[in-house]
């Protein structure tokens, strides 16, 4: 159950990274085939394209969660050693987004230019086209995830894993289209506290490495089911 807030937490956080929060109104815009002036006149937009979209990255993001699992899984005689390495791997991608080391390739962001005939499936291989070419700021994150999900034992909790990330990451995407004049506000009083939310997300990210490493992760499940049993009907 932890595993499953940590990554619908990183979904949400990835939405708010620097990289990514300030090109949401372009890829709206794109994806509905709408300038952002002709949106705010609309006051609600279409959201069909946008969840379509969403499910274009959510398949991408699936996939690389059920191989994570997989690869783990072949690795799970060294299980031990594979929850070190795993463990070591988030806290050096955490202590990336909190600023306290700086992983250069980290920081170039790879773009695919899309170029997809305006179709029913286009909002959907552009969404997997945003997948592939994600941003540095949603990489690290990203990864971490990815890395967490292979320290999973069954290839449906990775699957899991990343299912939530990516409704983390795809519920404020789909609100934010539906409610552009709202969420063109909130971005713009947001912006003072965009590398506030990243840090935050490095430290939670942080603090799971440890748990990792220590083998205490399943044992904070453990008690957070119990102090709040409603939790159950989510696991």
Known sequence: MIELLIAFSAGLISFLSPCVLPLIPGYISYISG????????????????ITLFTIGFSTVFITF????????KVLLQNSYELRIVAGLIIIILSLHIIGLVNIKFLNYEKRIEA????NFFSPILIGMAFAFGWTPCIGPILGSILILASTEESLLRGILLLLFYSIGLAIPFILSGYLIQKFLIFSKNFKKNINKVS?????ILLITGILIITNQLQALGFYLLNVFPFLQNFG
């Open 34 to 49: 709408s300038s952002l002036n002709e949106l705010i006149e609309k006051k609600n937009t279409n959201i069909f394209p």
């Open 65 to 72: 969660g059920a191989a994570s699992t997989f690869l783990g």
């Open 115 to 118: 170029n997809i005939s305006k």
């Open 199 to 203: 840090k935050i997300g490095g430290i």
